[in-house]
C-alpha cells in the first residue's frame, strides 16, 4: 500500500505559479510511475503529466507543455509539480497518483490516488 499526500495548492493569480508536491508513505515511491491529473468542475478528471519510476522519462499533457514541470526526488518520497504561467482554466483539484505500469495517462492505469489539492487561478 502507497499513501500519497498533495501539498502546495492554493490561489493564485493569472500568470503566476504554484509548486505542488506529492509525499508518499507505506512503501517506497520509487517502484513507482508516478503523475498528476486534474479534475475541473463539472469535468471528468484529466491526465495533466507523468513520470517515470527513474525520472528519465516524462510525458505531459499538450495542454501544460512549456508551463508545467513533472520532478520527482527518490530520496524524499516525493513527486513534484511545477506549474507556471497559469491560466484560468488550469483551476481544478490536482490528484497525485502511482502505477506499477510504465504508463500512466488513463484512469485505469492507476494504483493509488491521493486525496487531492486545490489549485484556483483567478483573472
Known amino acids: 500500500q502507497v499513501q500519497l499526500v498533495e501539498s502546495g495548492g492554493g490561489l493564485v493569480q493569472a500568470g503566476g505559479s504554484l509548486r505542488l508536491s506529492c509525499a508518499a508513505s507505506g512503501r517506497t515511491l520509487s517502484m513507482y510511475t508516478t503523475g498528476w491529473f486534474r479534475q475541473a468542475p463539472g469535468k471528468e478528471r484529466e491526465f495533466v503529466a507523468a513520470?517515470?519510476?527513474?525520472?528519465?522519462?516524462?510525458d505531459h499533457a499538450d495542454s501544460v507543455k512549456g508551463r508545467f514541470t513533472i520532478s520527482r526526488d527518490n530520496a524524499k518520497n516525493t513527486v513534484y509539480l511545477q506549474m507556471n504561467s497559469l491560466m484560468p482554466e488550469d483551476t481544478a483539484v490536482y490528484y497525485c497518483?502511482?502505477?506499477?505500469?510504465?504508463?500512466?495517462?488513463?484512469?485505469?492505469?492507476?494504483?493509488?490516488w491521493g486525496q487531492g489539492t486545490q489549485v484556483t487561478v483567478s483573472s
Open positions: 497518483a502511482a502505477s506499477l505500469r510504465v504508463g500512466v495517462r488513463r484512469e485505469g492505469d492507476v494504483d493509488y
Open positions: 513520470i517515470s519510476w527513474r525520472g528519465g522519462i516524462t
